[in-house]
């Protein structure tokens, strides 16, 4: 079966829908998400792009109060307001400005 043929026949459900439509996967200790994900990146392109990027977020022991950003000056410092937010919050919202970039830069290019 061809790409375009895959991507045709697939229902005109959003892709969040059709992921969350699945069935589970059982976990266990030789599951490698990073694999899943790959091996699903044509059925979920948005989702597996998503998912990597959050998965190759490496996990810090610093604490919440010494990391990441401080909106336009560059630094990767949390004020006051930013250090009360909870972890993945904030990790969302470092994956989404990256992603922001990421796509200006593209469409400037």
Do not use: H
């Not at 699945?22 to 030789?30: A, F």
């Not at 699903?40 to 977020?57: E, G, H, Q, Y």
């Amino acid at each position: 079966m061809y790409l375009s043929e895959i991507q045709s026949s697939q229902p005109s459900k959003p892709e969040l829908e059709q992921y969350l439509d699945e069935s589970l996967t059982p976990r266990t200790q030789e599951f490698d998400i990073l694999n899943w994900w790959k091996l699903n990146r044509v059925k979920f392109p948005t989702l597996s792009r998503m998912a990597c990027d959050i998965l190759a977020i490496p996990m810090s022991m610093v604490s919440s109060g010494s990391s990441i950003f401080t909106a336009g000056t560059g630094s990767r410092m949390l004020d006051d307001y930013r250090s009360s937010l909870r972890p993945e919050t904030v990790e969302a919202l470092v994956c989404a400005k990256d992603w922001l970039q990421y796509s200006t830069k593209a469409e400037g290019s």
